[in-house]
Each structure stands twice: as C-alpha cells, then as structure tokens.
C-alpha cells in the first residue's frame, strides 16, 4: 500500500518560534490534508488542498501541495502553548493514507 | 451542526471477548469511515461505506471484524474475539460523497479507546 513519510517525527520549539514539518509519497494523490489531534480526541481537519502548487493559509498555518503531487508542508507561525499536539498529513487518492504524525511540543 | 458522535469513549476487555462500537455520522453524510489507530501511529483506514453499501474494506481482518451500516446512517463495527493486538483508538469519520473536491473533507469523531487484557 501507499507509505506516508512525515517528518520530523518530534519537535520541541520555544514559543514564538516558527514550525515546518512535511510529509512525501512514492506516489501521487489528488488531495492533500493536515489534521491536529490532541489527547483524547479525534484529528481535527486544519487545511485542505486540492491542486499541485497550491498554497493555502489557515490564520498562522500555511500549507502547501507539492508541485509533484507527492509532497506537502505545513509552517506554523509565531507558535503558542496551544499550537501543542500531533500533526497529521493525509492524502487521498481513491483511498485516504495517513502518516505517521509530528508531535510539537511548545514551551512558554 | 453537531460533529461525528462515537460510544463509548473507552473498554476495557479481556482477549477473546467481544466489543462494538457504535458511530453516528454528520447528519447529511453519505460516507462513512472507520479507522484503527495504534499508539504512536496515524489512523489506518478499516473500512468505508457509500451509504449503507461498503466501497472499500481491503484492510479490514475479516476474521474477527465485522462493519455494517444497515440503513445507510449510523454504523457499527465488532471484534469477535478480541486479540491482544487489537488494542487501539477506534475512530469514526464522515464526509460528504460526490465529486465535488470538497466532499475529500473528512470530520472525525473522538473515537473509542480499546484495551484489550
């Protein structure tokens, strides 16, 4: 099946700082999407990206659909305390394949 | 509008026992999803349902796990039995169906946490 490499697998950032994770396919997908989870809860949906080269903003959060259609980022801006929790890419194509998360901490 | 509602929230089992959780979907929502998520990975998709029909159920361990949908709203998924392996967050997710790019969007409930002893 599709493997999903997202890295880096954990950060631990200054609060202020600026976060960059990214995730890459063997293969293509038509859609990209960034979820953050945090303890006992689903992942919530962040951004959702549709077209190679596409670059969308959600408040502090930028991501963007690779231009190969097999990679995506996601910055984080000015990070705070509550920006604290694990990131996760999915892309879809036919089929919904998640990666494994990027987990941020945030220190005051 | 109100979000994907899953009971129960946590169980607690001993191996070769029976679970069942139970999913209702975004009103309007004709796709269905159930994933398994193991500690310290993201969710792998279990089966997905177009309404009540299943469209994919490839990673599904038919086994033991069983997923329907009767009436095309609300679902449940069962282990009979229960492996120890089987211990993880059981998440439910919907979305809307067709071809507009939109209908990609999946909302997840906030899962069921298994623990199998």
């Known amino acids: 099946g599709q493997q999903l490499n997202q890295s880096p697998q954990s950060m631990f950032i200054q609060e202020g700082e600026d976060v960059s994770m990214n995730c890459t396919s063997s293969?293509?997908?038509?859609?990209w999407l960034w979820y953050k989870q945090e303890p006992g809860e689903g992942p919530v949906l962040l951004i959702a990206?549709?077209?190679?080269?596409e670059l969308t903003s959600n408040g502090r959060l930028t991501a963007q659909f690779g231009i190969t259609r097999k990679d995506s980022f996601l910055n984080i801006s000015a990070s705070i305390p509550s920006d604290v929790g694990i990131y996760f890419c999915a892309g879809n194509f036919n089929k919904f394949y998640f990666g494994s998360g990027t987990k941020l901490n945030v220190k005051p | 509008e109100a979000g994907v509602a899953q009971s129960p929230r946590y169980k607690i089992i001993e191996k070769r026992q029976s679970v069942a959780f139970w999913c209702n979907p975004i009103s309007g929502h004709a796709t269905l999803y159930w994933y398994q998520q193991i500690l310290g990975q993201g969710p792998k998709l279990l089966i997905q349902f177009q309404n009540n029909g299943v469209v994919d159920d490839s990673q599904l361990p038919k086994d033991r796990f069983s997923a329907e949908r009767l009436k095309g709203v609300d679902s449940t998924l069962k282990i009979q039995p229960a492996k120890l392996e089987d211990s993880a967050v059981y998440l439910c997710?919907?979305?809307?169906?067709?071809?507009?790019?939109?209908?990609?969007?999946?909302?997840f409930g906030p899962g069921t946490r298994l623990t199998v002893l």
């Open positions: 293969s293509i997908f038509n859609t």
């Open positions: 990206l549709y077209k190679a080269g």
């Open positions: 997710a919907s979305s809307h169906s067709g071809t507009s790019e939109v209908y990609n969007e999946q909302f």
